[in-house]
């Protein structure tokens, strides 16, 4: 899954979770999933920082 469909994926989560009408079981599952979608994109986004700063002191 790319960033950006993990992004989409949090936005549906929100939504769920806003919802009052979603079952406590459901919401805590929806909640862990968003959690880890979470980490994933911190992952992620730090790589990305990384290879930045690398190309960034090759220039330099």
Known sequence: MSIE???TELNDIIKQ???KD???E???NRYEQGINLI???N???DRVEKKI???QD???
Do not use: R, Y
């Open 17 to 19: 979770l806003e919802n």
């Open 26 to 28: 459901e919401a805590f």
């Open 43 to 45: 992952d992620e986004l």
């Open 53 to 55: 700063i690398v190309l």
């Open 5 to 7: 469909e993990s992004f």
């Open 22 to 24: 979603t079952p406590l």
């Open 58 to 60: 090759g220039e330099q």
């Open 39 to 41: 980490k994933k994109c």
